[in-house]
């Protein structure tokens, strides 16, 4: 089975948590995987920190794609703005997937992106 380094990293959240930055996880997943293959995966390491407060928000990105966003609201997150199913494949780059996570303190500033 043909098999893809996943590369994902992500925003600190706090002052204390600038100590891990650049918070780099590496995880291989097969060719054929789904893109909620990748979600799952972060969410069983607990990668994607919680933050206290109703306000926050996330967004998961491969290459200049906006994957699915996540919220303080976990009954309604992660919200895909592609197919969930869609294959890992179509984002690789020699061999590799680079994930980042961009987070946001006040989810309704992520429209005033740099």
């Known amino acids: 089975m043909n098999m893809l380094q996943i590369i994902v990293k992500r ?3 706090a002052m204390g948590d600038d100590t891990d930055a650049p918070h ?5 997943l097969a060719k054929d995987s ?3 293959d990748i979600v799952e995966e972060l969410a069983k390491i607990n990668y994607i920190p919680h933050v206290v407060g109703k306000d926050w928000g ?3 990105i491969i290459g200049s794609s906006i994957i699915c ?3 303080a609201d976990p009954e309604n997150s992660p919200i895909y703005l592609i197919p969930k199913n869609q294959r890992i ?3 690789e780059s020699a ?8 987070y946001y303190s006040k989810w309704d500033n992520r429209d005033q992106r740099q």
Request: glycine content about 8%; aromatic content about 18%; hydrophobic content about 40%.
């Open 11 to 13: 925003d600190s959240v």
């Open 24 to 28: 780099e996880y590496g995880v291989q």
């Open 34 to 36: 789904m893109v909620s």
């Open 58 to 60: 996330w967004e998961l």
């Open 69 to 71: 966003t996540f919220s």
């Open 89 to 91: 494949s179509v984002y």
């Open 95 to 102: 061999g590799n997937i680079n994930v980042y996570l961009r």
